[in-house]
């Protein structure tokens, strides 16, 4: 292993260390929840999951309110827990999937709506700004100048992601 | 020494900060401390002359005849253009009945009284204008300078002031075509072509946008509104530039568009790829998070190279993992990278990719046993179909 450098993530309160503290609580988590040694491909495949889960919300939560794509990150994930959680009950499945299917309306609205007033200056990239809001979480409900702003944001945030989870993947495998 | 600062301190100002006036003030000191010029003063009946050879002087100078009572804060007003240059001036007035003043005097150092131009009204004029725009969740101050004048040594010599402002935190960029759409000042603006405007702070986002409209070209705010918001989305899309690696070369919207879609990808596939891995660890070792920031991760530069793969394949081959738990990961990754319907295709790419990496020779020996990838793609997809369930 390479000798020691200079620390990386002193500031407690950046951005990368508020995901680190966070993602490992959640790692050391789903590791105390099955011992890795009885895995088949599909418990392998949950625990992926699991911790892809984790990664994705440890970053929206990392980031707070403060950004649209994390707000939109945060509701998806708990909606989605909710559903699973509620799956049993059949009322309130129903009520989950009624508001998902209401804010789906409401966005694809609000798309019709830019897309008629401002497809005139847009016809150049609609189909690759319409690919970037299916990538970005709750991009389907911004116009292109917040697009972007939250995509930049989101790929900052990505990069962070990818540059922890690397670190650590490398350091536990040694 | 400044009796025209006196006046024009005296001068009354709808709505106008003093301590603007202040600031102005100790500026031309310093500035007049600097270029050791004689002062210049300028009156006019009607109008307003300015002669000036250092922009940030006439900057500081502007900032003090607002419209909307607005101050501009110049960020560098050390930058001089040089006083030896006498041919270049700048024409300015101010709308007199908007701010209760008719005639507003002001000094400018000026090496050679005789180069003075009378203003008519039909000149152009000079505004200065800075927009604050949110980077990043960072206020990133953009310093927009234009200047209209007839005098195209004055537009070479604002090109090379610009370039001279440029600094490694703020961009300036040169706006030519500007709109406004406050309400207020529209009336002036259909009145008078050409209208000086500067704008607030640095700190805070601002209201609303300035934007001056060419000449000759429509006024309708819609279509000025469509400029400003076009210019919004460069400058975004400049800002993404940057993020994104290997973008310098594309020119043009679409371009763009598509390099930061793949990028957006590749990263999110990277995430899921690392989770792949993460899942597979053995975890003896507990994750302490003070263990980790104890001791200092090692000097792991996440180098991006355009191929995100490539990285994440090698890292891979480099892992230990028991038999069970490679065909397990080869699967989920096969899964992850690609969609089902070309999970083929993925294990040829996937394998193409390892080859470019500098593996050494301890990783080349893991690599056998991916062989069997290609003989076996029905089982990839039970697991795949498996995982779903």
């Known amino acids: 292993m390479s000798p020691m450098n200079n620390p990386q993530d002193l500031n407690p309160s950046s951005l990368k260390s508020r995901f680190t503290t966070r993602f490992l609580r959640a790692l050391t988590k789903i590791n105390g929840q099955k011992p890795i040694s009885s895995s088949s491909p599909r418990e392998m495949f949950q625990r992926y999951r699991r911790i892809k889960v984790a990664a994705d919300k440890s970053m929206a939560w990392s980031v707070r309110s403060r950004r649209t794509w994390s707000r939109a990150m945060l509701w998806k994930l708990r909606s989605r827990y909710s559903c699973r959680q509620a799956s049993s009950s059949r009322r309130s499945s129903v009520r989950t999937s009624t508001i998902i299917k209401s804010r789906q309306a409401k966005t694809s609205h609000e798309k019709e709506n830019k897309n008629t007033t401002t497809g005139q200056d847009e016809v150049g990239f609609v189909v690759q700004a319409d690919k970037l809001r299916k990538l970005v979480p709750g991009g389907e409900a911004m116009d292109l100048c917040n697009l972007l702003g939250e995509t930049a944001h989101y790929i900052k945030c990505l990069t962070t992601q990818v540059q922890v989870m690397r670190k650590i993947a490398h350091f536990y495998s040694l | ?38 002062n210049y003063v300028v009156q006019n009946n009607a109008h307003v002359e300015l002669c000036t050879s250092s922009v940030p002087q006439f900057q500081g100078l502007l900032g003090s005849s607002l419209c909307g009572g607005q101050l501009v804060e110049l960020k560098m007003p050390e930058v001089y253009l040089g006083s030896d240059d006498f041919h270049k001036f700048v024409n300015f007035s101010v709308a007199g009945p908007e701010f209760g003043v008719s005639k507003m005097d002001l000094v400018m150092p000026e090496a050679a009284a005789d180069y003075s131009i009378s203003r008519t009204s039909g000149c152009q004029m000079t505004a200065f204008q800075t927009a604050v725009i949110k980077e990043e969740g960072e206020d990133v101050v953009l310093e927009k300078m234009e200047s209209t004048t007839g005098r195209e040594s004055f537009n070479k010599r604002k090109a090379k002031a610009v370039a001279d402002y440029k600094c490694k935190d703020k961009k300036i960029k040169e706006v030519e075509a500007e709109s406004e759409v406050k309400t207020k000042c529209s009336a002036e603006v259909s009145r008078n072509s050409s209208k000086e405007k500067s704008k607030a702070s640095e700190v805070q986002k601002p209201d609303y946008i300035h934007v001056r409209a060419r000449r000759g070209q429509a006024t309708d705010s819609h279509s000025l509104a469509e400029r400003a918001r076009r210019e919004k989305i460069s400058k975004k899309m400049k800002c993404l530039q940057d993020l994104v690696p290997g973008c310098n070369k594309i020119t043009g919207k679409a371009g763009m568009l598509d390099e930061i879609i793949n990028y957006v990808q590749s990263l999110q596939r990277q995430v899921e790829f690392l989770s792949t891995k993460l899942a597979a660890l053995n975890p003896s070792v507990e994750f302490n998070v003070d263990n980790l920031h104890v001791k200092e991760f090692p000097a792991y530069v996440a180098n991006f190279p355009a191929a995100a793969k490539s990285p994440a394949m090698a890292n891979l081959a480099c892992l230990q993992l028991n038999p069970l738990q490679k065909e397990a990961v080869n699967c989920i ?13 993925g294990i040829a790419s996937a394998s193409m990719l390892i080859p470019e990496q500098a593996l050494g020779s301890s990783c080349v020996t893991q690599l056998q046993p991916f062989s069997t990838w290609n003989t076996d793609p029905q089982c990839l997809y039970n697991v795949y179909n498996m995982g779903f369930h």
Do not use: I
Request: charged share 15%.
């Open chain 2, 1 to 38: 020494m400044f009796p025209s600062l006196h006046s024009l301190g005296s001068c009354t100002y709808n709505g106008m900060d003093l301590t603007v006036l202040e600031k102005q003030q100790a500026r031309l000191k310093w500035l007049q401390q600097q270029q050791q010029q004689q």
């Open chain 2, 333 to 345: 990754l096969d899964a992850t990278m690609h969609p089902p319907g070309t999970a083929t295709e």
